[in-house]
């Protein structure tokens, strides 16, 4: 198993207990969003397998999902030389879009989430104590509130836009295929950065309080 695979099957496993209503043929701005149903299907995920599942996404993310988008933008902007103008701006704030968010991932993979591992490793008892009153000076989950940006909002301002602009003008089935997966991607990340904030991180933050009380 190649490490793409790794992820899809991991990725699948998890996705599916947040899968809500997918409908391939119609993408609209105002797809029903079951916030609630994201947050208890996810709830009962122990913070250790929280954590599997949005690195396992990141990585998802990374190596299909924006891969994908990228290639079918390639070819939209390759072939149809009438949406031109509106397809090299599209091409070019997606892919100002995609290095914010891979950013972002980074960020909570190298610093977030390994702090959460630490949590987890001191919770099992796995640290001295000396590591774990060192991890705990560090303020991550507060830092992490405050500066979460909104680079999951982003997208779909911009889809937005997108659907104004396709209703208006006989769009080629290529680029429709592109807003259907953007679309879904935007669904997703929405999504992913419920998990994180309403999910995972008041779990966090209790786990942190608990650590700190017993120092
Ligand atoms: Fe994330
Ligand atoms: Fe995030």
Redesign the pocket.
């Known amino acids: 198993m190649n490490s793409q695979e790794f992820y899809s099957k991991w990725y699948n496993i998890y996705a599916d207990k947040v899968r809500i209503s997918e409908n391939l043929e119609i993408v609209n701005q105002d797809r029903e969003f079951d916030r609630d149903g994201i947050i208890s299907s996810m709830e009962n995920f122990s913070v250790v397998e929280l954590l599997k599942f ?1 690195k396992v ?2 990585q998802y993310y990374l190596s299909k999902t924006l891969p994908e988008i990228e290639q079918s933008l390639l070819h939209i902007t390759g072939r149809y030389s009438e949406v031109q103008r509106m397809l090299t701006s599209l091409a070019f704030f997606f892919n100002s879009y995609k290095n914010r968010l891979v950013s ?2 980074q960020k ?1 993979d190298e610093i977030l989430f390994p702090f959460i591992d630490g949590l987890v490793l001191a919770k099992k008892g796995e640290l001295s104590a000396v590591e774990v009153s060192f991890l705990l000076t560090k303020n991550i989950i507060n830092d992490f509130e405050e500066n979460h940006d909104a680079v999951e909002d982003e997208l779909s301002e911009v889809i937005k836009v997108l659907f104004k602009l396709s209703s208006t003008k006989n769009i080629p089935l290529p680029f429709r295929v592109f807003l259907n997966q953007i679309s879904f991607f935007e669904l997703e990340l929405r999504k ?2 419920i998990i ?1 904030d309403e999910v995972l991180l008041p779990k966090v933050k209790e786990l942190e309080k608990r650590l700190r009380n017993q120092m």
């Open positions: 949005l996404s990141h972002h991932m909570e992913h950065a994180e």
